[in-house]
């Protein structure tokens, strides 16, 4: 049964503070990933996806990957009550089309 | 808008009753995602289209639901004889698949299904 696992908070950060969001997965031979923004009574919107080892930006959002040690994160920098959420972290099954997700991070960013 | 849309929003129907859900994804995505979820979980993948074929049903999908994309634009999820286990989210996702570059998937408002 693969799996992605996700500790599901909540997860309390300051306004401006760094939020950092872990989340493992048990499939070694998946390549991709994504994470998930979703709003209560939302559907996903999704942030970011990332395909190879390392960093990777876009504004304020960093995703990590970590293949060797079937890992990925997801870096908010100045946090804002907006970011106030539930991320999804979700990988893609190699060989497949379906995403699997993990049940989410709630995050809340207080002023 | 030319983002996923989902028709209708929320449905409320009574045990035993049959419902339709329609999905239209983004314009030119050939690729067609149902999941559904639950309070306090995350997606769970039901089944997926390429152009019109159904390429993959999850395992866990009992016989009463049924998915169609007859002319591989949009896509309609019947479910029969709804149980009360049913009520959920029912999200909708496209993807570019084979024409686009990336495997990103993205959603659409959804559909709340309660069934009392």
């Known amino acids: 049964q693969k799996e992605v696992e996700q500790n599901s908070g909540p997860l309390s950060v300051p306004e401006g503070a760094i939020a950092s969001l872990n989340c493992t997965y048990s499939d070694r031979g998946s390549q991709s990933f994504f994470w998930y923004r979703q709003y209560s009574g939302k559907s996903p919107e999704l942030i970011m996806s990332i395909y190879s080892n390392g960093d990777k930006e876009d504004g304020r959002f960093t995703a990590q990957l970590n293949k060797a040690s079937q890992y990925v994160s997801l870096l908010i920098r100045d946090s804002q009550p907006s970011d106030s959420a539930t991320y999804l972290c979700a990988e893609l099954i190699y060989n497949t089309d379906k995403l699997i997700f993990g049940t989410g991070t709630r995050l809340q960013v207080f002023p | 808008d030319t983002g996923v849309s989902q028709d209708p929003r929320h449905k409320i129907t009574k045990r035993g009753q049959n419902v339709t859900f329609r999905c239209d994804p983004i314009s030119e995505h050939n690729r067609l995602y149902w999941y559904r979820q639950t309070l306090g979980q995350g997606p769970e993948f039901l089944t997926y289209f390429q152009n019109e074929a159904q390429l993959e049903k999850s395992r866990l999908l009992s016989d009463r639901f049924s998915a169609e994309r007859p002319k591989g634009s949009f896509s309609t999820l019947e479910i029969q004889r709804t149980e009360q286990g049913d009520s959920a989210m029912y999200l909708c996702?496209?993807?570019?698949?084979?024409?686009?570059?990336?495997?990103?998937?993205?959603f659409g408002p959804g559909t709340r299904l309660t069934v009392t």
């Open positions: 996702a496209s993807n570019a698949g084979l024409a686009g570059s990336s495997y990103e998937q993205y």
